[in-house]
């Protein structure tokens, strides 16, 4: 696959199942076929793509443990669909992917949610050094509903009608999203422990977060006050930032994403999540570097139940 390329010579490369199967295989084994059921041992290769481990006498494909096993959807409509879906910069719903592609909303639906699965492996940075964290809150605005849906008592950091997402930002730009059952320091604590470099500086909004400083230089920016942020040189006349614009600006995005869907129900809040942070994390990748990160992804995660 070329370093760069458009849509249209995409489309040429990956014309027909042997061109992509052709085109993964070289991707993922380059010269040498691995078994993914021993990597020891020796391969055979047979018909239609297909090949056999000699030590477990199990046959295979390219396919095998990817998204793309045991589906009916031919290869190059999985294609299709990835590199669109992998470009877009505010995603594709699966009725769109059912008309453009002619099959039904459900199918289009499971293989968008096992792209999802695949984009997890973005969402999962260790962060050092200056981190910035901050909750976010999905769903509509309760001024915005109808007003027999209106929730009661749903103002400030109260989500009885939405879900909460807890962000952290490294300032090279690196984000980790997950969505927490509760915004208190018990919930949010052990993500911060599990990605946050003990020792790193947190920037944080104000709210309490526990123990946080006991592990971390914590200063936060306090918003009630109408303070957003403070620059100044330190000792060593570095420039010093005391703000969390980068998590707060990352969360807007998150929000414009979030629209280009009819409706995402909370069970599957963290796939969409997951898919906000891969194309955040790859914004400044060429259109084939992030098809190419994306096709690197498959072979993690389990994809029984990704649809």
Not at 62 to 74: H, M
Not at 119 to 134: K, S
Not at 148 to 165: A, L, T, W
Not at 200 to 216: L, P
């Amino acid at each position: 696959m070329k370093k760069s390329m458009n849509f249209l010579e995409f489309i040429q490369i990956v014309k027909d199942e042997n061109a992509c199967y052709d085109l993964y295989e070289q991707w993922k084994w380059g010269d040498k076929v691995v078994s993914p059921f021993d990597p020891t041992s020796k391969v055979y290769k047979c018909k239609n793509h297909k090949y056999k481990c000699k030590n477990t006498n199990r046959y295979f494909t390219v396919k095998t443990g990817t998204c793309f096993a045991n589906s009916k959807i031919p290869f190059t409509k999985w294609f299709y669909v990835m590199w669109l879906f992998a470009q877009g910069k505010r995603g594709i719903s699966s009725y769109q992917v059912s008309r453009d592609i002619d099959v039904s909303q459900k199918t289009a639906w499971r293989m968008l949610h096992k792209i999802r699965k695949a984009m997890t492996g973005e969402n999962d940075y260790y962060l050092e050094g200056e981190v910035e964290i901050d909750e976010s809150f999905a769903g509509g605005k309760n001024a915005n509903r109808h007003k027999d849906k209106k929730v009661e008592r749903c103002q400030g950091r109260s989500f009885k009608d939405k879900v909460p997402v807890f962000g952290l930002i490294g300032r090279n730009g690196d984000l980790v999203a997950k969505v927490v059952s509760g915004t208190g320091s018990s919930k949010l604590l052990p993500i911060i422990r599990k990605y946050v470099e003990e020792g790193s500086t947190i920037y944080t909004d104000g709210w309490d977060y526990g123990e946080v400083s006991e592990m971390y230089n914590q200063i936060s920016v306090d918003h009630g006050r109408k303070y957003y942020g403070i620059t100044y040189y330190n000792d060593n006349k570095e420039t010093v930032m005391i703000t969390t614009n980068t998590i707060e600006n990352a969360w807007s995005v998150f929000k414009r994403i979030y629209a280009t869907y009819y409706h995402i129900s909370k069970k599957y809040m963290q796939r969409y999540v997951d898919e906000f942070v891969f194309r955040f994390n790859t914004r400044k990748l060429s259109d084939s570097d992030r098809f190419r990160l994306l096709l690197q992804y498959l072979d993690i995660g389990d994809y029984r139940y990704a649809g």
